[in-house]
Nanobody, 129 residues
C-alpha cells in the first residue's frame, strides 16, 4: 500500500510563489506516474502536472505552463510542485496522486481512476488579489 502526504500549502498574494511537497511511503515509486491535481469549491478536480518516474517526462495543464514546475526526488520518495506567478484562479486544494499499474512514457494529467489509483489528502492553496 502506498501512502501520500502533501505539505507546503498556504496563503499568498497574487504573483507570489509556493512549493508543494508530497512524501510517499510504504512502496517504491520507481515504476509510478505521479501527478498534482487541484479542486476548487464547486468545480471538478483537474490535472495540474504529471511526471513519469521512469522516464522523467513531464506534462502540464495549459493554465499552468510556464509558471509551475513538477519535479521529484526518487531517493527521498518525494514529489514537488514549484508554483510561481500565482493567480487567484490557482486557489484550490492541491492533491498528490500516483499509480503503479503501468510504466508510461508520458503520464496523464487526467485525474480519472483509469490513470491514478493512490491519492493524498490534499493541501490548501489560497491566492489573494
Amino acid at each position: 500500500q502506498l501512502e501520500l502526504v502533501e505539505s507546503g500549502g498556504g496563503s499568498v498574494q497574487a504573483g507570489g510563489s509556493l512549493r508543494l511537497s508530497c512524501t510517499a511511503s510504504g512502496y517504491t515509486v520507481s515504476r509510478f506516474c505521479m501527478g498534482w491535481f487541484r479542486q476548487a469549491p464547486g468545480k471538478e478536480r483537474e490535472g495540474v502536472a504529471a511526471i513519469s518516474s521512469v522516464y522523467g517526462s513531464t506534462s502540464y495543464a495549459d493554465s499552468v505552463k510556464g509558471r509551475f514546475t513538477i519535479s521529484q526526488d526518487k531517493a527521498k520518495r518525494m514529489l514537488f510542485l514549484q508554483m510561481n506567478s500565482l493567480k487567484p484562479e490557482d486557489t484550490a486544494t492541491y492533491y498528490c496522486a500516483a499509480d503503479d499499474r503501468y510504466v508510461r512514457r508520458t503520464c496523464a494529467t487526467d485525474p480519472s481512476p483509469r490513470y491514478y489509483s493512490y491519492w493524498g489528502q490534499g493541501t490548501q492553496v489560497t491566492v489573494s488579489s
